[in-house]
C-alpha cells in the first residue's frame, strides 16, 4: 500500500527516512511528501501544547492511500492531557508525535516504529487489542509502549490487507 509521509516542519530528516525505511519493511511504498507547517492556529499558549485534530486535518487534505503525519510537538485532544498519535478508524490519516519518546537513539526510532504501527492499524480498522504484546495494545505510558510488542498479534494481523500481513510474518 501507498503510504505518504508527511513531516511537520519541526522534525529533523533523520527521524523522517529512519521511519520511511523501517516502515518499507512493513510493506508500504512510502513517498516522502514536503514540509508541512503546523497550523498556528492549533498551538494552545496556556498549555504548552498543540490540538492534535488540526494537524490531522491539515494532512487530510493531502493526496495518497494512507497519510502519515509526523512531529516532534506535543500533542493533546479533548480531555486527554497529551496523545502519543491519533489515526481514523477506519480511514486514511494518522498523526504521531515524537515528543513524549525520550531522546534520539535507537529506542526512539523502536517507539516511532510501535505507534506508527499502531496508528496505521487503526486506519485499517483495528481497534485496541486486549493482547498486550500485540502493538495494537493500548499504551498510556513509555513503559507500556516499551512493554508491547513490536508487530501484530496474529488475531490483528489477520484482519490487515495481505501486503502488510506478510511483510509482518517475515519480520516476525
Ligand atoms: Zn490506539
Ligand atoms: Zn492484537
Redesign the pocket.
Same mark, same amino acid.
Given at each position: 500500500m501507498e503510504l505518504r509521509l508527511v513531516p511537520f516542519e519541526d522534525l529533523s530528516p533523520d527521524i523522517a527516512s529512519c521511519l520511511a525505511q523501517a516502515l518499507e519493511q512493513h510493506g508500504y511504498r512510502i513517498r516522502v511528501s514536503p514540509v508541512q507547517n503546523l497550523p498556528g492556529r492549533a498551538f494552545n499558549p496556556r498549555r504548552g501544547q498543540y490540538a492534535a485534530d488540526p494537524l490531522l486535518n491539515r494532512l487530510g487534505r493531502l493526496e495518497g492511500e494512507r497519510v502519515l503525519g509526523v512531529t516532534g510537538v506535543d500533542l493533546y485532544r479533548y480531555v486527554c492531557r497529551f496523545v502519543y498519535g491519533l489515526a481514523d478508524l477506519p480511514g486514511r490519516r494518522a498523526l504521531i508525535s515524537h515528543y513524549r519518546l525520550g531522546q534520539a537513539g535507537d529506542i526512539l526510532y523502536q517507539r516511532l516504529l510501535k505507534l506508527a504501527l499502531h496508528e496505521l492499524g487503526h486506519c485499517h480498522g483495528?481497534e485496541h /487489542?486486549p493482547?498486550n504484546t500485540?502493538?495494537?495494545?493500548f499504551s498510556a505510558s513509555l513503559e507500556a509502549l516499551d512493554h508491547s510488542g513490536r508487530d501484530? /498479534?496474529p488475531?490483528?494481523r489477520a484482519r490487515l490487507p495481505a501486503e502488510h500481513r506478510d511483510a509482518s510474518e517475515a519480520i516476525a
Open positions: 483495528l /487489542c493482547e500485540c502493538v495494537m495494545c501484530y /498479534c488475531t490483528c
